[in-house]
């Protein structure tokens, strides 16, 4: 399985931001897609991910309310909706698919992993 992220950029605080994955190979092995981020000088983190089956959802505290992941089957893309973002909000987000059926919010858990895009929230 291949990920692949798009759409980081530069963006003033209050501002939205929406992130794709696109998965490509043996895509069918996979049942959740997440969204870590990982900020200058700091450890990554969980952001939110989503699962296949049932189109359950987790979210960090610090992005509840204000970003939304979301799948699209049939094109096996994944998307995270970033609204009134935040100076705080500025990482490299990655994108990452577990084999798991259950959402875990741990990275090492994750089977795939996408390159990087980078968000920054200018106050």
């Known amino acids: 399985v291949q990920l692949q992220a798009f759409g980081g950029g530069l963006v003033q605080a209050g501002g939205s931001l929406t992130l794709s994955c696109a998965a490509s190979g043996r895509t069918f092995r996979t049942y959740v897609m997440g969204w870590f981020r990982q900020a200058p000088g700091k450890e990554r983190e ?3 991910a989503i699962r296949r089956t049932d189109g359950g959802t987790s ?4 992005v509840k309310d204000r970003f939304t992941i979301s799948r699209d089957g049939a094109k096996n893309t994944g998307y995270l909706q970033m609204n009134s973002l935040k100076p705080e909000d500025t990482a490299v987000y990655y994108c990452a698919a577990d084999n798991s059926q259950f959402i875990r919010t741990i990275g090492g858990a994750y089977d795939y992993w996408g390159q990087g895009a980078l968000v920054t929230v200018s106050s």
């Open 46 to 48: 969980f952001v939110a």
């Open 59 to 62: 979210y960090a505290d610090s």
